[in-house]
């Protein structure tokens, strides 16, 4: 389907820090052999422009009072001197038919959910997928590398089919991910065993019908003890 998408130079992934859950983390850990630290990083967020009321703020012993975002990490751009970009996106060169140059998502097909679903949201009773407003810039910075969509979207371009799913599916996950939080910020621990933390919960997602326990909770393993033992 074509979309505003097509030909653009990304100024969504150049202007956005991207939260992302524990299930998006491990999908890139696993579809691409890359390390939490390769991708990954926790952006502070007292004002809450980050998290903006949909992802969860995490807080870790070194900085016990700051609330941070777990995002997809960004590089500075190769050809737009001073301006970011997301750590997966593939930059075009510019050339006279393409100022700003084309780029894309390196990693189209293991994107976080809130990238997918971008720019939809449900409606208040869930039933029906409704396009956002798509403001005309990401960032203050007067940098056109940070202008957004080059036109509206239409409902056209937005498949009918894959778009709630997508937004069902980055929900649950959103939601489950601040259940995590709630048990991770209990007792902020650093943020070097982050990575682990989620490992061990999210390996504890399924269990055999015998093993099922009511009611269900995330349990707080003890990573500091799984490090050392490995």
Not at 190 to 207: A, G
């Amino acid at each position: 389907m074509s979309s505003p998408c097509d030909n653009c130079h990304a100024g969504c992934c150049r202007s956005f820090a991207v939260p992302v859950t524990g299930a998006d983390i491990l999908r890139i850990e696993r579809d691409l052999d890359l390390a939490f630290w390769d991708f990954a990083c926790r952006w502070a967020d007292p004002d809450g422009k980050i998290a903006r009321k949909y992802a969860p703020h995490f807080y870790f012993e070194d900085e016990p009072s700051t609330p941070f975002v777990i995002c997809l990490s960004h590089q500075p751009s190769r050809f737009h001197k001073g301006t970011s970009k997301c750590r997966f996106l593939v930059e075009g060169q510019p050339d006279d038919e393409n100022p700003m140059g084309q780029a894309r998502c390196g990693i189209y097909n293991s994107r976080p959910m809130a990238c997918r679903c971008f720019p939809t949201k449900f409606n208040s009773t869930g039933e029906l997928t409704v396009l956002h407003d798509v403001p005309t810039r990401g960032r203050k910075e007067t940098h056109p590398a940070y202008e957004l969509c080059p036109r509206n979207w239409t409902v056209d371009e937005v498949d009918p089919i894959s778009a709630p799913q997508d937004l069902t599916v980055a929900k649950f996950e959103m939601n489950f991910f601040h259940s995590l939080a709630s048990v991770w910020n209990r007792a902020p621990r650093s943020f070097e065993v982050f990575p682990d933390f989620l490992k061990l919960v999210y390996s504890r997602r399924v269990v055999s019908e015998v093993d099922e326990l009511e009611p269900k909770t995330i349990p707080l393993p003890n990573v500091d003890q799984q490090r050392k033992a490995a």
